[in-house]
T-cell receptor, first 113, second 116 residues
């Protein structure tokens, strides 16, 4: 089955700096890679996603890159703000018959004002 | 429109009791997932329902856990003879085929289960 590794587990940055979270996956059949943000005590919310036929996607201050050959994808947050503080989960999804989703273990991001 | 809802939001029970957790997916979503999230941990897949197909139960941790989905909509996760290690947040998510081969999952608020 799929195995998703996520690093780092915790990340502290100064407000205004950039944050990068990296994930690797093992199943070459995975073709969809969403990122979720989970604020303390709240549900995970989709913030950005990328499909396997795209190498990079950007939405304002967040961007995701995908390297299919190396089987890794990354989340980039620029100009971080205190409200970016949360736990971020990556996921790898394959759609063979039905969509199997495997989540990373999460990264706790703290943005220091 | 309405998102995924779950009830109860919090549940405190005594060790050995049975509990039922409910999930109402987004209307029209054919896929429904249950996950467990222990304190400070990631999302542990439990079970998956898709339409009328047989569910994928590969993530259920023991035979004390079971789930049903009636009429392709509401789902109930049942934990029998609860143990303290069952304490966690139980999250439900639903999704629907987009026609592009990907299905975005939308999560409910979760049920926080505490087994004393």
């Amino acid at each position: 089955g799929e195995n998703v590794e996520q690093h780092p587990s915790t990340l502290s940055v100064q407000e205004g700096d950039s944050a990068v979270i990296k994930c690797t996956y093992s199943d070459s059949a995975s073709n969809y890679f969403p990122w979720y943000k989970q604020e303390l005590g709240k549900r995970p919310q989709l913030i950005i996603d990328i499909r396997s036929n795209v190498g990079e996607k950007k939405d304002q201050r967040i961007a995701v890159t995908l390297n299919k050959t190396a089987k890794h994808f990354s989340l980039h947050i620029t100009e971080t703000q205190p409200e970016d503080s949360a736990v971020y989960f990556c996921a790898a999804c394959s759609s063979g018959g039905y969509q199997k989703v495997t989540f990373g273990t999460g990264t706790k991001l703290q943005v220091i004002p | 429109g309405a998102g995924v809802s779950q009830s109860p939001s919090n549940k405190v029970t005594e060790k050995g009791k049975d509990v039922e957790l409910r999930c109402d997916p987004i209307s029209g979503h054919t896929a429904l997932y249950w996950y467990r999230q222990s304190l400070g941990q990631g999302l542990e897949f439990l079970i998956y329902f898709q339409g009328n197909s047989a569910p994928d139960k590969s993530g259920l941790p023991s035979d004390r856990f079971s789930a049903e989905r009636t009429g392709g909509s509401v789902s109930t996760l049942t934990i029998q003879r609860t143990q303290q290690e069952d304490s966690a947040v139980y999250l439900c998510a639903s999704s629907s085929p987009s026609g592009t081969g990907v299905e975005t999952q939308y999560f409910g608020p979760g049920t926080r289960l505490l087994v004393l």
